[in-house]
Nanobody
Framework: QVQLVESGGGLVQPGGSLILTCRAS????????LAWHRQAPGKQRELVAD???????TYANDVKGRFTISRDNEEAQVYLQMNRLKVEDTAVYYC????WGLGVLGGPGTQVTVSS
């Protein structure tokens, strides 16, 4: 299985931006649908965005137009560009597959806190 490790989280003010990076321990070219998920305190984990090998993307309604997911199979990395961040985007963000856990071992996630 491929191990995924997330990075790039932090504290940012509302309206700010962050780029999350997911680094894989091996090739991700065989993994069709890679995704970013998030879990806020007291809430269930939810899908934020996913991307297929052909580059097709889908987004949760509340991040459309603000977040962009991308992948680099050669570098074995997946990215999440987050713009115009809102307080309600505060969560632990996880890189995984969609559906969750298909041929990968997920990492500990990266904390994103949006606060003034």
């Amino acid at each position: 299985q491929v191990q995924l490790v997330e990075s790039g989280g932090g504290l940012v003010q509302p309206g700010g931006s962050l780029i999350l990076t997911c680094r894989a321990s091996a090739s991700i070219s065989h993994l069709n649908n890679l995704a970013w998920h998030r879990q806020a305190p007291g809430k269930q984990r939810e899908l934020v965005a996913d991307i297929t090998n052909s580059g097709m993307t889908t987004y949760a309604n509340d991040v459309k137009g603000r977040f962009t997911i991308s992948r680099d199979n050669e570098e074995a990395q997946v990215y999440l560009q987050m713009n115009r961040l809102k307080v309600e985007d505060t969560a632990v963000y996880y890189c995984n597959t969609e559906p969750w856990g298909l041929g990968v071992l997920g990492g500990p996630g990266t904390q994103v806190t949006v606060s003034s």
